[in-house]
């Protein structure tokens, strides 16, 4: 399947529910590859945090994330909703510090990208398939997640609360195509009891009736009700036991576990991946969710380093020669990579064309000829070189120097007429125009070179 956008873009605004701060989201397309990234355009600067679990600071009530300093709280709803609609990549431009809770759901969120319209790209889905079951525990709050080969994502939550109000409830969810229709409505919910210390901790200042479930599971004392009273600005809300507060109802019997279906769905975007598995919930909350996120990319990462990634060469490379010229220095007969086909924040993969013509066949072994792995190695380097240097805003004022190459390894020799996919992945942060990459080389799905490279950028004189 290929990776989606929205046609035009859209806005929504509300009220958040933990700042009580007013804020206008305003969804608009980007291209391939980009991901999902906010924006708060109310800093100077703009800046900008892309929805990635390596972004997660807090999981409080609900799933913050941070750069720098700018930060943007309780994302998960509009995550939902995005992955709930299959978009791969948009950018949220919000100006005030919090999403908009609306009415606790995903629902608006969901009406609101269904408006805008969805268009289709260029470029394939990026996909982490489970090929085996694993298994993931919190000991500490008794959470769980079952992970199981599958052919598309399906979701099941279980709760137990052990309430006589609220015990075992169970919410599936075997297509995400279904999410608009089963998932999307459901609100979030909180219980009676906990509403005082979530407002003496400084939450919830946005919260009313109009956008939570509250479940009474505990008798409230007339201190408590007056309270109450005062904070929703109401007269004589009803409080019954084993009831909604006010009288409301439910969606769905089990519209508690549908919501936090709902949530495991906004946290799993974060791994800015499509996943292929049948997973199982217990007891989920938004910080195991973050945890069983990371489990989830270690699969990814090592998935990566096995697996040759999927070309389709009729497609229009991401960067031609020429455009790659225009960000690397190098000219021939030194430069080797012929092409950029995708390109992330955290990795790239680049394209050798072995040629028969090449200069140095002449003199390297010309009747087997086999190209030099030093050459790999540089080859592989140029593909890192775009990758640094796409992260300063005139790369041409630029060089790439590369500091360190550990791990080098040769496995099979590279002949004319061979094509070189090469995937290079970030080991951690560029910092200080410092970048630690792992790349690796692959020939007709074999790997033949790989090494970890140390580089650094720094402005030419």
Known sequence: MKQQTICKEINISGCGIHTGKKSTVTLQPLKENSGIIFQRIDLPGHPMIEAKFQNVFSTKR??????????????????????????DNLLIKINNLEVPILDGSSKLFTNCIKKAGIKKQNIEKKYLKIEKKFFFKDKISGSSYLVEPAEKLSIRVELDYKSIFLKNQIAELEDINKFEDDISCCRTFSFLHEIKDLIKNDLIKGGDLDNAVIIIVKKANNNLQEYLNKKFGRKNITFKLGKLLNKKELHYKNEPARHKLLDVIG???????????????????????????????????????????????????????????????HREPFIFIDEIRELGDDYIIGIKYVKPEEEYFKGHFPNEPIMPGVLQLETMAQAGGVLILNTVENPKEYLTFFMKIDNAKFKKKVTPGDIIIFRLNLISPIRRGICHMHGKGFVNGEIVVEADLLAQIAKKK
Do not use: W
């Open 62 to 87: 609900s799933t913050n994330i941070r750069k720098n300093k700018a930060e943007v709280y309780t994302i998960e709803h509009l995550l939902a909703a995005i992955t709930g609609a299959e978009i």
């Open 267 to 329: 946290d799993f975007t974060l791994l800015s991946s499509n996943i292929q598995a049948k997973i199982t919930c217990f007891k989920p909350g938004h910080k195991n969710n973050l945890e069983f996120v990371k489990k989830l990319n270690n699969i990814m990462i090592e998935n990566n380093r096995k697996t040759a990634p999927k070309i389709n060469f009729d497609e229009k490379p991401f960067y031609d020669l020429d455009q790659i010229k225009e960000i690397l220095p």
